[in-house]
DNA sequence: CACATGCTGTGTAACGATACACAAGATAGG
DNA sequence: CCTATCTTGTGTATCGTTACACAGCATGTG
């Protein structure tokens, strides 16, 4: 931290002898400031100001009081790749509500994909978790688990001590894959990174179980469900992986793809964003959609609505609440996780 | 925080007493690993595995130690329109990477805009604060200076106390205002809130000092520089303000006065957000851009470079990170902040 | 062989606050 | 007027860790 020209902190012992009244006084001018009388609380006051006692250590009151009012968000591997992910940002910003109303502060843990991650999260100061979507064997899983603090995941993956916040997401890519991939001759997934080394590539029949992020897998074994239904194979069906859940990289993805006699002419895209990405590319390869080619998305942004995007609309915002309400044991709304099919001009039907 | 059914945190004492060592070796396992044999290290290690010790009590480290290894970052007034703000959130990124490169963990200070908010900032367990944007008059600031920590403010108010990294926005304005308003008949700034009353609103020539957040104020003056330069008056410039930096509300209030027969014939919007929110809005209402309508934004997106926007392009993401570095005391790059102005197709020239 | 040096392990004294129990004076009720 | 109760202020012990100083032993050096 930056060098410290001021002088000490004052502590609240001195506050103590300047206002001349004993530590528990001033302890409880701001902890309880009921307790004290008016009068000594103004000077109280007026000698913490004069000394520029900027209010009990909060590190020294944590200890003593055994919590330290924030709340914990793990963000995947690498903290800066979550705050560029649009969906993660909603969902930050439902936990941020929750803790506003609480007075919570919101920490986030400085994840950076090093095996000190697990010391990090050791390290946090923090009353409880909640952790984004992460792949199956990230160690930073168990390094929240060992903490013994409350927890809670969202997205996956699945752990024996912490509940999980997350949609069915096989059924709702079964109900959308059933939009996107209707007729198509040539289909496709455009999808999000299968582990967490985020290879971007174009697979032929890939198997879902391969993908070690839960929502991934979910959504492939879902777009799988609907194509073999419809009474196609699973082979036929190319997958398009990102590294990221970003537009830019899915639009210069599908500007590859969308060359050459294979283009596919449907996509079902795993967000919004990819699927955004997508159509630049498409309206650049003078591609109409749907006339040339189907796509879908996922999310229910306001960008997907503009776009007349059909997609799977969830809200991440309320997720994240919820997440944040069940860390802090409040009720929050029970039931599972809703998503909606919201059909637009992107589709057929 | 949740229910605790768990038996009470082992300390480092039982620590060292199962493992048959002194308490401070099982300090130095976990602080400083080569100050301990290897052999004693596994031994501890076993200990605290076998008694579920999740290392070192964070409240306590940071009594002792007198750092918390959080940096505090104060986000306007209300913690999640911040959230929602997109250009906060590139900000944000560019913090969560430095801290992240220095295993920081990132606190969002909980600000609702009650008056309790100044305790939160004092509560802070954090070696010091980012103060994103706010209001001249906005308390928190005082209360940021009062803790003595190192603190940077990005975009304003100047404070007594605490350095700014703000671009010369003044400047900027003047540069973008003229591609924008040259020429114009019906002159229009599209604009961000005055004050933390955000109202929503279409004013006609609206003084800038009016405004108390910094960066609405000098991007105003700008704009009159620009457009007394090329011989109008101030008041001929109308001044839209939205509540939030957010496309939909911008589109909202446009859809209003692009109606009628005083509608804009060229707009500087204060954000790619808000412009192309307006852009929508136009498409709408069936006006051709630039032909029927002039717009500029402001922050050099992706979404404005695809929408063919004009834009002041700047790196909101290294401002974050170039404040995360002062306050760590780092030199960071000097310097004024780079804007660069961006002439693409929604505007004439 | 005497002595300097490095490596490991150990006690003790804080760090700054709050929970708790208690005391003195004020107020109220019968 | 005396006891019951409320209000307000006060010590003391303690939260869990780490800085510091020191001790014992092994090793190296002249």
Redesign the pocket.
Known sequence: MAKDPSQ??P???EVARAA?????????T??QP????????ARVREAAARLGYP???PG??S????RTGNLGVVLGEHLTYAFEDPQATRFLAGVAEVCASHGLGLTIVPITGAPSDADRVAEAAVDGFVVWTTSDDDPVLSAVAATALPAVVHGGPHHRKLPIVAVDDRAAARAVAAEALAGARRPMVLSFPLDRARTTGVHNGLDPAEATFRVTRERLRGARDAWEAAGGQWPQVRVAVCARNSAREAESLATAFLKGSDAPDAVMAMSDELALGLMRAAARAGLAVPGDLVVTGWDGTDAAAAAGLTTVAQDLRAQGARCAQLVLGEEAATGPIEWRLVLRDSTRR
Do not use: F, Q
Request: overall charge positive; glycine content about 6%.
């Open positions: 000490p902190r502590t609240m012992a001349k009244v004993s530590v528990m006084t001033v302890s409880y701001y902890a009921d307790r004290v009388s008016e009068r000594t609380r209010g009990p250590h020294a009151r200890l003593r009081r055994g």
